[in-house]
């Protein structure tokens, strides 16, 4: 018989813990290269690519940043991340109140069509949506892509909100609208602040997918003036192919801002899953 | 209902559905551009010899599906995105599990270790193809160098370049970058569950495998039927690791069945490529719908 906090339990517990910093050191070695790399010359890589760098050298990032005009990139990047993801905010935030506060099984029915678009791999609509945005115009143009952005991370922002709005009590809604309050006023002053996890949630999911993306610009961005992040580390990579550490510097500039902002939500992540996707 | 019959509750009432009405539209009329029409437009020409650039084609009916099972490179991709899913998904499930029970107390040491197990999550696919020549680069590599280091010469293989191995590698940066998503639906689901029932299995005396077996498996259910059905979907979609690490080859060894559509569909075979994506988007809906009516029973019969 075990006592709970008995000594061997808390033995037990310990020990239970090393599978995991088995794996995080697995995470970790390869990720400390990617940024350990950039800071050594080319002559040093070639010698032993995976020595320690000598000191703190940051021209392999001055050359990537002036060389690949990675200020445009970050610019571009960042005005489609921004745009799109308070756009999928807001947007998906509604529909998934409407939905789910919806008398009859309508709401539900229609939140099932959303759903269908986690399914659906969104790769495979592509070609025929660049021969719509072709006809209207939307090619190679910023918002262009970011209405495709917004429309590919409407399913899963929708899934996350409407999975968490069922756990929040309705009888606040009713009481304030029968002191009059109209449902967009009760939806903007009293549910959205109450969806703080779930939006934590979506926000850092689709800043992620935004930022990274390199198939819908790829296919929707051709000119110079209006290419992201990572299509400029993949385009870095083909002019420099053989001076590693610069198009590394290049990588881990583009990774940064995500994963600082990444780090920043991480702990909301935990709780608007809880209460998001395991409801739906 | 009672309240319906309310003359002021009934105006009211019509009102609302007015405004939620206006809350779906912009979302759904987004969602429908983007997603639902071309993917239906797409579905339609899988039936059309139209080759994606000429004004005019040809309705052939059933023959692009008929070439599906002829085409030998085609039938690859099929099986190597079948193995890939059946392997990939147990491993990324059992690796999820193991972690979030390893890491489930709030203490600052135990959530540092989640933020790493999590943090490739960030990591961009272009990205994660660097990481992939970090680890598996013959020349370059850490597994190349801890070959060397410690004689084992099988850890220093050509991972990416040989076709035996390509597959294996590309599970393992797949289980790399997301069996931390995999934990954290599963520490969701095990902050779901009351510490008061753990205290009453040690006041009778269970073990620490009888609590799992008894309280902690059956009460994670749903956050296993939302990890299971994620790693299926998410395996017969897969793309963005194979296409970095491997571009699908060495020749066809991880060429995959949505990389076979993009090639198809750039190459002139648009109504080919269409028929391949309408396939698969019909065996992923069958498989996430049979799993999850089988897990929601499951569920049921554990809650």
């Known amino acids: 018989m075990t006592r709970p906090h008995s000594p061997s339990e808390t033995f037990a517990k310990r020990l239970s813990v090393i599978p995991a910093i088995i794996w995080a050191v697995l995470i970790l070695v390869p990720l400390a290269y990617l940024f350990i790399i950039p800071f050594r010359t080319q002559q040093e890589y070639s010698a032993n690519p995976l020595g320690i760098p000598a000191g703190l050298n940051f021209e392999n990032y001055a050359t990537a940043w002036n060389q690949g005009q990675l200020g445009t990139a970050f610019a571009n990047t960042m005005a489609v991340t921004a745009v799109s993801v308070a756009a999928i ?3 998906s935030s509604a529909a998934a109140y409407a939905l789910s506060r919806w008398r009859g099984r309508a709401g539900s029915r229609l939140f099932t069509v959303f759903a269908l678009g986690l399914i659906v791999p969104f790769q495979l609509g592509l070609p025929t949506l660049y021969k719509m945005w072709a006809g209207a115009g939307l090619v190679d143009n910023l918002p262009g892509v970011i209405l495709i952005q917004i429309g590919a991370g409407i399913p899963l922002a929708v899934f996350l909100y409407y999975g968490f709005l069922s756990g929040v009590p309705r009888e606040l809604e009713e009481a304030a609208k029968i002191d009059g309050a109209s449902d967009l006023r009760v939806f903007t002053s009293l549910v959205f602040p109450l969806l703080k996890p779930a939006t ?4 850092i999911l689709s800043t992620i997918t935004v930022w ?5 610009s790829l296919y929707f961005l051709q000119s110079k003036a209006n290419q992201t992040l990572p299509k400029a580390t993949i385009g870095f990579q083909s002019t420099f192919n053989n001076d590693v550490p610069v198009f590394f510097a290049c990588a881990v500039l583009s990774l940064v801002p995500v994963l600082i902002a990444f780090i920043a939500l991480q702990k909301f992540v935990l709780s608007g899953l809880t209460a998001g996707a395991l409801r739906s | 209902m009672t309240s319906y019959s309310l003359p002021t509750r009934r105006r009211f009432a019509l009102g609302e559905r007015a405004t939620r009405t206006l809350f779906i539209v912009p979302a759904l009329a987004i969602f429908t551009i983007v997603m639902l029409v071309p993917v239906a437009m797409n579905a339609g020409y899988a039936f059309t010899d139209w080759n994606g650039f000429t004004q005019d084609f040809g309705w052939v009916g059933l023959a692009n599906f008929a070439h599906i099972g002829a085409d030998v490179a085609t039938r690859t991709a099929f099986v190597n995105t079948l193995v890939f899913t059946a392997i990939n998904a147990p491993l990324q499930i059992l690796i999820g599990l193991i972690l979030a029970l390893s890491l489930r107390s709030t203490s600052r040491f135990i959530v540092g270790v989640r933020l ?45 370049g040989d076709p035996k191995l390509a597959m294996a590698a590309v599970i393992a940066m797949n289980l790399w970058q997301w069996s931390g998503f995999t934990m954290l639906i599963f520490l969701a689901g095990l902050t779901s569950i009351p ?30 039927t939302i990890n299971i059905v994620l790693t299926l979907i998410g395996g017969l979609k897969i793309f963005d690791v194979v296409y970095v690490l491997t571009g699908g080859g ?49 569920e049921a019969r554990n809650s």
């Open chain 2, 195 to 224: 510490e008061e029932l753990y205290e009453a299995a040690q006041l009778d005396g269970a073990s620490r495998w009888q609590q799992f077996s008894q309280i902690t498996w059956p009460l994670l259910s749903p956050a296993a």
């Open chain 1, 89 to 91: 905010i807001a947007l």
């Open chain 1, 200 to 203: 934590a949630t979506v926000a």
């Open chain 2, 250 to 298: 060495p020749g066809d060894a991880t060429r995959t069945v949505v990389m076979r559509v993009v090639t198809q569909g750039a190459t002139s075979n648009y109504g080919y490529s269409a028929s391949i994506s309408v396939t698969l988007t019909i065996l992923t809906m069958i498989v996430a719908l049979v799993a999850l009516a089988v897990l929601r029973r499951r």
């Open chain 1, 212 to 216: 990274n993306d390199l198939i819908v």
């Open chain 2, 116 to 160: 790493i197990v999590v943090m490739p999550i960030a990591v961009s696919g272009v990205v994660l193809g660097f990481i992939g020549t970090i680890i598996f680069d013959p020349r370059t590599g850490i597994l190349a160098a801890l070959a060397e280091s410690t004689g084992l010469e099988f850890i220093g293989a050509n991972w990416l």
